[in-house]
Structures are given as C-alpha cells and as structure tokens.
C-alpha cells in the first residue's frame, strides 16, 4: 500500500498552501473585485450626476447672459428708432420682432440661448424712462433682469459743463468786452483756426498775437476741489494742483497731449486724482437745448402748471405749500396759483415765470415798470439799499428760498437767485425732489456794498431780502439741494471776487451749465471771497428726475439701473 505524503496527512495542496486557507483567499478575491465594482460605479455615477450639476450651473449662468442680451437687443433697437418704447405685446412693431410675446434667439448664430421681454413706458412724458424686463432662457435654466432705460442725461453727472471757460457775460472791457469775449470764448479748446476759443501762445484765429494778453480765461481745477459724484464736459479741462475727481470722470475732447485734460503750466506739481481706473473716459458730447421754453407750455390752460410773469418770489414750505409774490401776474392759467399770498403747488409740478410780454394783447401785459418799493423801481424792491447787484424790472426773474415738500422744476425766461437755503423737507434720502432750470443764470444771491477785490467783511451785506427785512444774517454756508441747470451761463455766486470768505457752498444734487461759473476767489489755496466748494451728487438721480425737466438735444439711450428678479410666472 503506497502511503500518503507527510504534506497530504499535514492537509497541504499540491501547491504548497494550505487546504484551509485556499477558500479564505477565493473570498477576499471576490470580496475586494465586488467593492472595486462598486467603487467603480459610484464613481460613474458621481460622474453623471457631476456633470448634470455642472450642465445645470453653466445653464444658470448662461440664462443671465441671454437676459442681459435681451437688454441690449431692446436698447439696440431704441437707439435705432427713438419712438420704439411705443411698442409692446399689445401694440407689436412693424420690424417682426417676437421678443415682445414669444421667446427669440439671441443672436450671433446657432445657440440653445433664448430671450423674451415685456416694456413699460407708461412714465415716459413725465420721468424720462422705459421699464424693461428680460428673461433668458438656456435649457431649464432661466433668470430675469429688470432693468429702467434712459436717455444719456444732464440728470447723470453731478457737474456738466459745455464750455470750460468764463462765462463771456462776465467780461467787462479787459481783456474783452462781453461781445467780444461771445465771439472769442463761446468755443472749445480744440476745433482748429477759427474755430477753437482764443487762448495764449497759439495760434487760434486769423490775425491773433495774444498781445497784452487778449485771450479767454480759462477756470482750473485746483488742489481744494473734490467733486463727489460723475464728471462730464464737453470741452477740455484745466487742472491746476491736485484737483480729487472721486467719480465717473469724462470728456469730449481729447487735448493735445493725448488726455482729455491739460495741465497748468503755472501749477505744479499737476497731479490730479482720478477714483475710477481708466478716467478720465472720452465720451460723445452732449448738446444744450437752445432754451427752456418747452417747460411754459407745461403751464397752459389746463395742463397743471402755473405760469408767473415778471420778477417772482417764491417760498417753498415744509407742508406742501409755496408762497408767491408775483405783482405783475394777471392770469396764471390754471389754479391754484396764488400771486400774493399761500398756495398749493402745481398739479404737475411746473412752474414758469417769463418776461413781460412786450405785446399788449397778451393777457399779462403791463405798460413799463409801475411799482416803487423800498425805495427801488422794481416790484420786489431790488437791489436792496447799499447793493451794487441790479435787477430788471420787467425781467422773469425767480427769487427762491424754502423747503420743499413735494416735487416741483422751477424755469424762468432770465435768472433764478437762490435768496436763502434750499432743503428737502424729507432730507436726501425722501421724495421730495427739485429741478432749477434758467434760460440765464442760477445764482447764490450776494448782497455786497464794494466792487469785486474788496474782501473785507463789511462788503457782505446782510441778506434780508427787502420783502423779509428781519433776517439781519449773511448768507453763510448756503445749501441748495436741487438738479441746477443754466441752459445759457453759469451757476455762479452774486459778486463772488468781493467781500470776506462766506464758509462753504454746499449743493445736493446735479449742476449743469453753459459755461464754468465761478463761485469765490481763492489766494495760496485758501478761499479769499465768496465760497469754497463741497458738491456732492443726489445718487435717487439715476432713476428719478424732477417733473418735465429738460434733456439734450440728442443723446443715446442707456441702462440707468440694473437689477435681478424673479423670472415672471406667465413664463414658469
């Protein structure tokens, strides 16, 4: 008998392992290949998922993109036809667009992107402004921007200027005679031989020297200013120093060194300080209108308005109310508008005081100048005695001071003089809102008893208006918080280079002028007359505006305010 093996008694396999451990192995083999099957399936499956997830993230973010597209398509579209605001679902263009009821692709080619859009234009005649909401779609993704649309505005700077440059109604004989100055400065820094304004060592009309120095004073920004809110100008500008720009910053005009300003070369170190990377911006210019008489016909018959004849004085008060002396008003044209005496505000929120009329059929005709008051041949009593300021007569000339209560655009034929603060009766952050709109100058009023240099203190009269004899103070650290726009000079300070410095002149909302208007003096950088600056920008207008108040000639069409909703339900 052939007898077993020691490793075969022992239970060893003929590979050497042991019997036992050989099913031990077989189980861990089949257990780690289930657990890799596994792993591996996860992995899969993690995988899909993450790319549904990631499918679902690039959906998102391109449904936002095809929203945005939907803005610009619309803002497209307006520029290219400036009555487009007048269509909608109910009143389709004639052009096919079917952004307005249907979803539409975005154009550039083939893309799964979509948009569609709905418009409001219902405040358009009173604020300016189209409401636009759009909705894009990529997938089953979809976002929606709501976004209000406005044309490029005097409302969107805090200051605008046309011309960097004295106003030419200033010049009085040296270098310039006011007519000779219209001819000379009444133009931009660049434009070439006859056609730029008149400034030293160049050759700027046929036959200029600049002898004795006959040529344009040019206003700088210097080292005290600090403008607190977007720039625009349609000229080049001047620095002097270290002038702050500490908001969107642009020009029309790009000077000679390839910048959109020049530099002093009196100052130095010229080192201006620009906020935003990349100011000053060139932009296109934008165009003063002619005159503000669009605004009376706001207060014809029927309309709402109020229309005031000759030189107006206006107090606005904190309940709502105004009071009106206007002596050579007859016929208003709608009521209340009271005269002589405590009123309601417009209905509208307008309110025009023109010239006397020079025709006698005109309901608001008066023959010549027939008041003498405090002593003056003007029926407010102005100038008030010791003032060297003169006044017209029969001149629609606005004479302001108050709180308002409400919102209201003040227009006037000739001047607008501010004769005390200005405020807001629900501070800058209600609604109330106020818009000054001269065909001439809007001035800080500024009784003063010495001729421009005399900067002594006696030289500031008190300014109590003579119809309110009882103030007995000077007008110091004035406030005004208003849209200011002088659509043919300046905003300027009543004999600003006379009399002891008056603090700081402090304006709340937008200025926007012909020309640079000068508001004090200064010597070594210190203020030597008048006011020194602190102009900060009313933010409420990028979306509002006082009532009808008046916009460029011609401007495009742009996105004021930008914003993210709910995608509408009607498109869930």
Known sequence: MRRRSVASRAGIGPDGAPRSERGFALVAVMTTTSVLMLLAIAVVGYGVGSQNISRHDQNWNAALAAAEAGIDEYVFRLNENANYWQYNAANPPPDDNTAFTDWTPVPGGNTPALFRYDVDASTIATDGRVRLSATGRVGDAERNVYATLRRRSFLDYLYFTDFETLDPASYTGSPFTAAQAQTRCSKHYLGGVNLQRDVDDRYDYTGDSDSSGAYCIEI??????????????????????????????????????????????????????????????????????????????????????????????IKLNSNGTMTVKSPFSKQTNNAPCPTDGTGALPSNGVIFVQNVPSSSSDANYTSGCPYYVSGRNHPLGLPRSSDLNSYGCRDGDVFLEGTLDGQLTIAADNNIDVTWHVTYAGGLGGDDLLGLIANNHVEIYHPVSCTSGGTSS??????NFPTEPNRNAKFTNATVQAAILSVNHSFAVQQYGAGAPLGTLNVDGAIAQRYRGPVGTTSSGSIRSGYAKDYVYDQRLKYLSPPKFLDPVASQWGIATWAENEVPTAYR
């Open 458 to 463: 006696s030289c500031n009269l008190n300014a």
């Open 220 to 313: 700088n920004f210097v080292s005290a200013d600090a403008i607190n809110g977007p720039l625009h100008t349609n000229d080049s500008f001047l620095v002097c120093g270290s002038p702050h720009f500490n908001g969107e910053t642009s020009s029309s005009q790009t000077a000679g060194n390839g910048q959109p300003y020049r530099t002093n070369s009196g100052c130095s170190p010229n080192s201006p300080v620009f906020a935003n990377a990349g100011d000053p911006r060139t932009l296109p210019p934008l165009t003063m209108p002619p005159s503000n008489s669009a605004l009376k016909a706001e207060t014809n018959a029927g309309v709402g308005g109020c229309l005031y004849t000759g030189p107006t004085r």
